[in-house]
């Protein structure tokens, strides 16, 4: 991460698909003085993302792309992504899985979120997962992206308690809530060590 190195904010692209509380949390995060980050996109593959509304109250550049009809669309990903002059990916709820060569062209530089301890529960439905297999703990983990799905490198974990009265809604609250705390400390600690 050394290049990351410097003075000035690192411009930073959210990916989203949906709702964007952590692109809401994240934005509230690089605004703070001492966060290493600023948003200056962010990219959807879903054109109803709420996160997008966020993104248009807040006057950040955003891109909407459609990954099934688009073959193209890393490549103009990436062209914005150069324009912007974008050196850090946060990708929060993005629900696509991007090719190898997105990955390598942005090595060590993309961290994602996810809403299980990793390397336990990889992939979608975490929490009904969760709450089937009885487990007494789940949690979130943000990670560096590898371009093997939910296996990078571990930044942080927090772990949640899993009470039996736990529902799906109950349970992804409580670790969303977490997540909103986590996300923020993860990338303070990366920007720490450069
Ligand atoms: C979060 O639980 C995140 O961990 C997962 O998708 C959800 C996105 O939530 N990958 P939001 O769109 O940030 O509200």
């Known amino acids: 991460m050394n290049k990351l190195i410097g003075p000035k904010k690192i411009d930073t692209a959210i990916f989203i698909s949906g ?21 200056s996109l962010v ?29 193209n669309c890393e490549k103009k990903i990436l062209n914005d992504l150069k324009k912007k002059k974008i050196n850090f990916i946060c990708l929060a709820g993005f629900m696509k899985i991007l090719s190898k060569e997105f990955i ?8 994602n979120i996810h809403p299980s301890l990793l390397p336990k529960y990889k992939g979608l439905n975490t929490h009904k997962r969760v709450l089937e297999n009885q487990e007494k703990f789940s949690g979130c983990t943000v990670h560096f992206v590898s ?27 409580k670790i969303l809530k977490q997540e909103h705390i986590l996300y923020p400390k993860a990338i303070n600690k990366i920007f720490s060590k450069c």
């Open 104 to 111: 390598k062209k942005f090595n060590g530089k993309i961290i």
């Open 147 to 173: 371009s093997k799905l939910d296996s990078g490198k571990i930044i942080l974990q927090k772990k949640v308690r899993v009470f039996k009265k736990d529902s799906l809604v109950s349970l992804s609250k």
């Open 19 to 39: 709702k964007g509380s952590n692109l809401k949390n994240l934005y509230k995060f690089s605004k703070l003085k001492i966060s290493p980050i600023n948003i």
């Open 43 to 71: 990219i959807s593959n879903n054109r109803n993302a709420k996160g997008l509304l966020f993104a248009k109250s807040k006057k950040i550049e955003k891109k909407v792309y459609n990954f099934k009809q688009d073959k």
